[in-house]
């Protein structure tokens, strides 16, 4: 859970700074932001699950 | 179509959007502050310095050049330098008293650590162009 934390953590605080500096109206990019935190969380998890059965050790 | 675009006239930017922008650089936030975007300057100056604290805070460490560092090894050095420079006078002031260099590779946290140090600093770039393109005019 730790691991998650820390992971939804970071990706909120850059998704911040990428809403605010992107272009446009404040509710496109209110959108925005929350879009580049769902993708960060939706990549970390399937990434994840992906070297979850690759034999790495 | 591409001549058009190549000899485009650019606008000059002013002497205060270069002002801006370094104070931006030095202090995460202060570059909007200045400019009456209260806001920016809070959430863009508030997730910087968050980042930065909490990456020295759960063992990341900064990087530098140490005088074990020759050849190739200092030359590695220089992109996560780069990236943590990018937070400004947080960074020279850490350098100065000689705060966060001490890798904690023990720690469970150690590469979330220096992941939200490295980004805090590029995370900073972004917003001192930011804060310059508002300077210049070029952004609301």
Redesign the interface.
Known sequence: M??VM??A??AS??A???G??A?GTDRQRVIYGLKVFAEFLVIAFVLGWILYFLPLR | MVAKEITRPVAKAPGNAWLMGVAAWAIPGLGHLLQGKWV?AL??G???W??FL?GLA?GGHLFRIGPNDQGVSAMLQLLPISANFGAGLLYIGCWLTNTGFVEQAQR??YE?GN??LL?AGL?NY??M??AFDIAAGR?P
Do not use: E, P, Q
């Open positions: 730790r691991h820390w992971m953590l970071f605080l850059t911040f700074v990428f605010v500096v272009k | 920016r959430i863009l508030g997730s910087v968050a980042m909490i759960i469970v946290t979330y992941t939200f980004c995370l972004l917003a162009l930011d952004k």
